[in-house]
T-cell receptor, first 113, second 112 residues
Framework: DVKVTQSSRYLVKRTGEKVFLECVQD?????MFWYRQDPGLGLRLIYF???????EKGDIPEGYSVSREKKERFSLILESASTNQTSMYLC????????????FGPGTRLTVL | AQSVTQLDSQVPVFEEAPVELRCNYS??????LFWYVQYPNQGLQLLLK??????LVKGINGFEAEFNKSQTSFHLRKPSVHISDTAEYFC??????????FGKGTRLHILP
């Protein structure tokens, strides 16, 4: 059974802290994605990666960076957390190009105080 | 550029009644279309997808959707809903050369 895991379900951080969100997939997928989900806004793509050490900006990359050192792991980094980054963060992976199914992790609900 | 519109943010429906969740898209190229479901406190999972071929697509849990190219729609239907269908449903569009775009979601409320 396919599996995408995220390091935390709930996280509380203070403004200005550096925050790491980790995502691991066990399906040998090429593509990995980070989204944020906010009520009424749906899912918005932050960054994606189509190969190790490769990354592409999504629709809302400002305030975020990513790292993909190994195929199975994709990290989202908030360099200096701000209250407007309080959100649900979802990681996903897919095997191939755009038509392939994306498999999602359970999400990390981040609160920045 | 592609976009997707889910016409209803919330849909209440009585248990065992039929339901339709509406989705319209815009794209200048051939599209792939998806419906994902998010149960409370979970990530998204695929309900069904249209890549090519038959315009009527059947998915899990008794859901189906019909691709209508002339109306640029991909509405999701179920003939009889159950309380366990309470969830948020996301329509999404992509093409061969572009990333997936999600709609804003439709919350399905099942009334007893």
């Amino acid at each position: 059974d396919v599996k995408v895991t995220q390091s935390s379900r709930y996280l509380v951080k203070r403004t200005g802290e550096k925050v790491f969100l980790e995502c691991v997939q066990d399906m040998d997928h090429e593509n990995m994605f980070w989204y944020r989900q906010d009520p009424g806004l749906g899912l918005r793509l932050i960054y994606f990666s189509y190969d190790v050490k490769m990354k592409e900006k999504g629709d809302i990359p400002e305030g975020y960076s990513v790292s993909r050192e190994k195929k199975e792991r994709f990290s989202l980094i908030l360099e200096s957390a701000s209250t407007n980054q309080t959100s649900m963060y979802l990681c996903a992976s897919s095997l191939g190009p755009a038509g392939d199914t994306q498999y999602f992790g359970p999400g990390t609900r981040l609160t920045v105080l | 550029a592609q976009s997707v519109t889910q016409l209803d943010s919330q849909v209440p429906v009585f248990e065992e009644a039929p339901v339709e969740l509406r989705c319209n898209y815009s794209s200048s190229v051939s599209v792939y279309l998806f419906w994902y479901v998010q149960y409370p406190n979970q990530g998204l999972q695929l309900l069904l997808k249209y890549l090519s071929g038959s315009t009527l697509v059947k998915g899990i849990n008794g859901f189906e959707a019909e691709f209508n190219k002339s109306q640029t729609s991909f509405h999701l239907r179920k003939p009889s809903v159950h309380i366990s269908d309470t969830a948020e449903y996301f329509c999404a569009v992509s093409s061969r050369d572009d990333k997936i775009i999600f709609g804003k979601g439709t919350r399905l409320h099942i009334l007893p």
